[in-house]
């Protein structure tokens, strides 16, 4: 519940009443990082980014080969 | 301002080509240069964070990256407006550019697409990934080693312009049968292909770094919380640091970038050095102007961090570094003063003699906080990167033919001519040297005036009216003959026709169309023995 309401308000800052609602998030606890146990994330969101995040490494390795090969073979 | 006339076929660009050209790409390079920096200071404050387990960085870092979001979306329409200018006003240009390093821009618009979505998830995901935060730290930091693809990637081609050296222009191994594309490795791994890299990716580190620091310093003006004052000057002095450390191996890059323009480009480092063609615009020399700027920003960051390392804060950048770049500074600035005038030598002393006394009293001003020198230093960095864009573009060698002479709009001679030229390139878009002024210069060519409708055929009716809204093919498959009723719909659907020109085109439709099919039976039919 906590973690949902600090989430709700690092979302809901605005230019113009930022202060308040950053200062509410520092004061709730400045000193405790918020992490959660890694099972309350959701699952579709960690199946996407893991997706994801495979396939950019897959492509910037690809790229990589792509131009050493232009090297090689001009 | 002409945009289209009657007797004037060709379209004018609002305020001249050069000047849309320039627009679009300054405000690209003011744009895209931050969203580099961005991306490399959130990953830092994202790591300071986790490893501190301190809110405070992991909040600023949510925020720049909302600012990250918003930035790489004006970027990118403002790249693709930049794209239109250059292909619809120097189509030639385009033409050769894009066919020497085909390969290389698909892998960019690849690379595009990837940042996007990469952006996108990491800071919509942010509160979702709570409990995989090393893995959202992973995939933000991602997003430095795509950045910098797409840097090298850009830079290759752009440096290429500029110093084409030993390029050939030869036909692809990659372009399969057709030999449409170019690839040339002399031309993308040109001689100042490196150094332009190497500085791009400090130069937009810096700048987003001290631009987040600014933004910091606003805050904190703002801000009259003792917490949020904290939070905000600490990450303030952070991203300072990430940005004057890069700002620190600038000269060393730039020194050898200047020797590789000296042997290579000495064209541009003539117009760099001595102030030639538009560098010098409106009677002020734009690179000696950028160049007291970084003066200014040395001597602040300087006193800066000196005042930083003393209280012992914990994010000051190691003073034996800033001592070395500052000696190095005040070596370059003499040898320019040698080879130049000492007038730029005593200009760049003063000019970070003053900032630094500036800052110091900035610093006394407001006890310490570092508010008012990141907000000077965010400006100083826009400003360099707007004059530094600007007086790269302005240096370059200028179109002229090899007499010397210039001939505006003629003798189009680009600096590299040894591009790949294929078969398939229509005549109009080959760069084409023209010696003498060509006779129609004062008179527009006229522009084709249509037959008088009684003398249009239906062949030539179908092929100027049709065309408006579907190609021919579609004609050649039809296998009715129901013509009036097809060109009763397409009279239904919006194509405007007399009755003349109704009648003439069913007419020839279904006899071109009779024709046809009489020739296939004729074909099918088998030969009598």
Redesign the interface.
């Known amino acids: 519940m906590k973690d949902e309401n600090m989430s709700k308000q690092i979302e809901n800052i605005t230019f113009d009443d930022s202060d308040a609602q950053a200062l509410e998030i520092l004061e709730e606890k400045p000193e405790v990082y918020p992490l959660r146990d890694p099972s309350e994330d959701p699952r579709w969101a960690v199946r996407i980014i893991w997706t994801w995040v495979s396939i950019a490494i897959f492509l910037l390795l690809f790229f990589v080969v792509l131009l050493i090969l232009g090297i090689w073979y001009d | 301002m002409i945009i289209a006339d009657a007797n004037n076929p060709f379209i004018q660009f609002p305020c001249s080509a050069k000047f849309s050209i320039g627009f679009l790409g300054l405000f690209h390079v003011a744009v895209a240069s931050l969203s580099i920096g961005f991306a490399f200071v959130v990953t830092v404050l994202q790591i300071t964070?986790?490893f501190?387990?301190?809110?405070?960085f992991?909040?600023l870092a949510?925020?720049v990256q909302l600012w990250h979001v918003c930035i790489y979306n004006i970027g990118t329409i403002n790249a693709i407006g930049l794209v239109f200018a250059l292909s619809g006003l120097y189509p030639q240009f385009w033409s050769q550019i894009f066919t020497q390093f085909f390969?290389t821009m698909i892998?960019e618009e690849?690379?595009f697409f990837?940042l996007a979505?990469?952006l996108t998830?990491h800071y919509f995901?942010?509160?979702?990934?709570?409990?995989?935060?090393k893995?959202?730290i992973?995939?933000g930091a991602?997003l430095t080693?795509?950045f910098f693809?797409q840097f090298?990637i850009i830079n290759g081609m752009s440096s290429y312009m500029l110093t084409p050296a030993f390029a050939k222009g030869?036909v692809s191994?990659w372009s399969g049968t057709a030999g449409i594309l170019g690839?040339?490795?002399?031309a993308?791994?040109n001689p100042s292909f490196l150094m332009l890299t190497l500085h791009r990716t400090a130069a937009n580190f810096a700048y987003g770094g001290f631009v987040v620091a600014a933004i910091c310093g606003v805050?904190l003006y703002?801000?009259?919380?003792s917490?949020?004052q904290t939070?905000y000057e600490n990450g303030g002095r952070l991203a300072f640091k990430v940005a004057f450390t890069a700002f620190l191996a600038l000269p060393i890059i730039g020194f050898f970038y200047a020797w590789v323009l000296k042997y290579h480009a000495k064209e541009t480092y003539d117009n760099l050095m001595i102030g030639r063609g538009d560098v010098v615009a409106g009677g002020i020399d734009w690179w000696w102007v950028k160049q007291l700027i970084v003066a200014s920003m040395l001597g602040m960051g300087l006193v800066f961090s000196r005042r930083a390392s003393k209280s012992k804060n914990e994010f000051s950048v190691s003073m034996p570094a800033v001592y070395t770049v500052a000696l190095l500074y005040l070596m370059f600035y003499l040898g320019m003063a040698v080879q130049m005038t000492w007038r730029f030598f005593w200009g760049s002393l003063l000019a970070a003699v003053f900032a630094g006394m500036w800052a110091r009293h900035l610093l006394n001003r407001h006890k310490g906080s570092g508010r008012a020198v990141f907000v000077l230093m965010g400006i100083f960095s826009f400003l360099t990167v707007c004059l530094g864009g600007y007086v790269r573009e302005a240096s370059r060698p200028r179109f002229v033919s090899p007499s010397g002479e210039r001939i505006a709009g003629f003798n189009r001679i680009p600096n590299y001519s040894k591009v790949y030229h294929p078969k398939e390139r229509p005549e109009s878009v080959k760069m084409r040297m023209v010696i003498e002024t060509p006779s129609y210069v004062d008179e527009l060519p006229s522009r084709r005036k249509p037959l008088e409708p009684e003398r249009q055929t239906g062949e030539d009716l179908v092929s100027s009216l049709c065309i408006s809204c579907h190609t021919l093919e579609r004609l050649h498959r039809y296998k009715g003959s129901d013509w009036d009723r097809v060109v009763g719909r397409m009279r239904a659907y919006g194509r405007r026709l007399t009755e003349k020109q109704t009648h003439k085109i069913i007419t020839y439709l279904a006899e071109s169309k009779a024709h046809k099919n009489s020739s296939n039976s004729q074909a099918d039919t088998p030969s009598a023995p």
């Open positions: 964070g986790y501190r387990k301190d809110n405070q992991e909040a949510k925020r390969w892998i690849v690379l990837m979505t990469t998830f995901f942010w509160d979702t990934m709570w409990g995989h935060k893995l959202h992973f995939m991602l080693p795509m693809m090298f030869q191994l690839w040339d490795k002399l993308f791994y805050w703002r801000s009259k919380q917490k949020l939070s």
